[in-house]
C-alpha cells in the first residue's frame, strides 16, 4: 500500500514538472515572437515606397504604422491620416504593409511600427529619397569662336541627392573637368568647369556633359555643344602628273580649308590672268588644260580668301616634249612618288620663295647654255688661230738664222774654209756698223 501511494506521488510529481516546463516555453515563445520586424527602404523620388512591419506570434495584438511626425498612418487596416498617397497593401495579425506613392524629399525620416502588447515594443525603418538631378545645362559657349581664342565651358545639374557627378567628353574621349559642390536644403547643386584654347581642331567637335547618379539606373542626363570655329583658309595645290608632256590633259586642284569656306577661289598665271580660256577651264576649285604646249610654262597661283585673311599656294609648270625627258624620269621598278618641291612641285607663296624663283625658269636655262656654248666656241677657235699664226712666225724666223749662219760657206773647198769664210762674214758684219749723230 505503501509502495502503490509512492508511485503515484512520483507520478504527480513528474507530470507537475512538465507543465512547468511547457508553460515556461510558451512564455518564452511569445515574449520572443511578439517583436516586430521591419527593413530600411530606398526610394528614388518620384517613386512608391513600400513598409512592410512583421511579427512572428501575436495573440491578436494590433500593429501600427506612423511617420517621422509620429503621425499614426494605419492602425492595423483602419487609415488615420488623411493623404491620398498612403494605401493599405496587406494588413493580418502577423503582418501590416502600407505603401507611399510619389515620394518626395519631405517624406525621407524613421517610420515606427508597433505593436500593442503590454508594454509596447516598437521597430524603426528609415525612408531614404533620392534626389533624381536635373538635365544639365553647358554654359560659356561663345558661337562662333575664333582660332586662338580662351573659351571656358560649364556644365550645371541641379536637384541631386546625393551630390552628383559630372563627366565632360570630347567626342568620345573623356577629358578632365573643375568640380564644384553647393548644398541647397537637402539636395546639391554641381558644377564642372572646362578650359580650352579652341584652334581650327575643334571645329566640329561634340563637348557633352553627362550626370551619373545612383538614381539613374536606366535614363542618362546629359547635355551636348558642337563647337563652331572660324579661322583663315589654308591652301594647298594637287596637281594630276608627275611629268607634264605635250598634248597630255593636266588638272589642278586648289585644296582650301578655312571657316567660313573661302569661295571663289582665284587662279592667276604669272601674276596675271589666265592667257588662254580655251584651253585652260575653271570649274569652281580646278584648273584643267585640255592639251599642254610650251605655252603654259609658267607659275600658277591659287588664291583663297574669307574675312579672317588670305592664303595662296603657287605651282610651277614646266611642259616636257614627249620624247625629251628629264634623267630622273626613268621609271624605277617600285615607283616613286615625285617631289612636289623638286622640279615642278606645288609651294607656299611664301615672299622669300616666290621672290627667288623665276616662273620660267626651265626654259631660260636651256637658252643661257646655249649662249655660254657659243661663246665658249668662238674663245677656242680665236685662241687655234692665234696658235697657228704664232707657230709660223716662230718657224719663218728660225729659217733665217740658220740662212745667215751659213753664209760664205756655200763656195768653201773644205769644212775649214767654211768656217773661216763664216767668220769673215761676222767679222765683216761686225765692221758695218751705223752711227746716228
Given at each position: 500500500m505503501n509502495l502503490k501511494n509512492h508511485l503515484i506521488f512520483t507520478l504527480y510529481t513528474i507530470y507537475g514538472i512538465l507543465l512547468k516546463v511547457m508553460a515556461s516555453k510558451g512564455k518564452v515563445r511569445g515574449i520572443s515572437g511578439q517583436y516586430p520586424l521591419v527593413q530600411n527602404v530606398t526610394v528614388t523620388e518620384g517613386g512608391t515606397a513600400n513598409l512592410t512591419c512583421r511579427v512572428e506570434y501575436n495573440d491578436n495584438t494590433s500593429l501600427q504604422w506612423?511617420?517621422?511626425?509620429?503621425?499614426?498612418?494605419?492602425?492595423?487596416?483602419?487609415?488615420a491620416l488623411r493623404d491620398n498617397r498612403i494605401e493599405l497593401v496587406r494588413a493580418s495579425w502577423s503582418e501590416l504593409t502600407i505603401s507611399i506613392s510619389d515620394v518626395s524629399l519631405s517624406d525621407e525620416g524613421m517610420y515606427t511600427c508597433s505593436l500593442f502588447t503590454m508594454p509596447v515594443r516598437t521597430a524603426k525603418a528609415y525612408l531614404t529619397v533620392l534626389g533624381v538631378p536635373e538635365k544639365p545645362?553647358?554654359?560659356?559657349?561663345?558661337?562662333?569662336?575664333?582660332?586662338?581664342?580662351?573659351?571656358?565651358?560649364?556644365?550645371?545639374?541641379?536637384?541631386?541627392?546625393?551630390?552628383?557627378?559630372?563627366?565632360?567628353?570630347r567626342n568620345e574621349k573623356e577629358v578632365k573637368g573643375a568640380k564644384e559642390v553647393?548644398?541647397?536644403?537637402?539636395?546639391?547643386t554641381v558644377r564642372s568647369s572646362l578650359n580650352l584654347r579652341v584652334d581650327r581642331n575643334d571645329d566640329g567637335v561634340a563637348y557633352t556633359c553627362r550626370v551619373d547618379h545612383v538614381a539613374l539606373t536606366q535614363t542618362t542626363q546629359q547635355a551636348t555643344e558642337v563647337l563652331e570655329v572660324h579661322y583663315p583658309p589654308r591652301v594647298e595645290i594637287i596637281h594630276s602628273l608627275a611629268i607634264p608632256q605635250e598634248g597630255q590633259y593636266l588638272k589642278l586642284e586648289c585644296v582650301s580649308k578655312g571657316n567660313p569656306s573661302p569661295d571663289p577661289v582665284m587662279w592667276t598665271k604669272d601674276g596675271g590672268e589666265l592667257p588662254d580660256l580655251d584651253r585652260m577651264i575653271v570649274e569652281g576649285r580646278e584648273l584643267t588644260f585640255t592639251s599642254l604646249n610650251k605655252t603654259d610654262n609658267g607659275t600658277y597661283r591659287?588664291?583663297?580668301?574669307?574675312?579672317l585673311g588670305t592664303s595662296q599656294a603657287e605651282y610651277v609648270l614646266y611642259v616636257y616634249a614627249p620624247t625629251t625627258l628629264p634623267p630622273s624620269t626613268t621609271p624605277p621598278l617600285h615607283p616613286i612618288p615625285p617631289d612636289p618641291t623638286a622640279l615642278l612641285g606645288t609651294h607656299a607663296s611664301d615672299p622669300t620663295v616666290t621672290g627667288n624663283r623665276d616662273p620660267n625658269a626651265l626654259g631660260q636655262h636651256g637658252t643661257d647654255h646655249a649662249l655660254i656654248g657659243g661663246v665658249v666656241a668662238v674663245v677656242v677657235f680665236v685662241t687655234l688661230c692665234l696658235i697657228i699664226v704664232l707657230g709660223r712666225y716662230l718657224a719663218r724666223h728660225k729659217g733665217t738664222y740658220l740662212t745667215n749662219e751659213a753664209k760664205g760657206a756655200d763656195d768653201a773647198p773644205d769644212a775649214d774654209t767654211a768656217i773661216i769664210n763664216a767668220e769673215g762674214n761676222?767679222?765683216?758684219?761686225?765692221?758695218?756698223?751705223?752711227?746716228?749723230?
Open positions: 506612423s511617420n517621422p511626425a509620429q503621425q499614426t498612418l494605419f492602425f492595423g487596416d483602419k487609415k545645362e553647358i554654359d560659356g559657349l561663345t558661337k562662333p569662336a575664333l582660332e586662338g581664342d580662351q573659351i571656358t565651358l560649364t556644365c550645371i545639374t541641379q536637384g541631386s541627392k546625393p551630390a552628383a557627378d559630372l563627366r565632360w567628353f553647393n548644398a541647397s536644403g537637402k539636395t546639391f591659287c588664291e583663297a580668301t574669307n574675312h761676222h767679222a765683216h758684219a761686225e765692221e758695218k756698223k751705223e752711227y746716228f749723230i
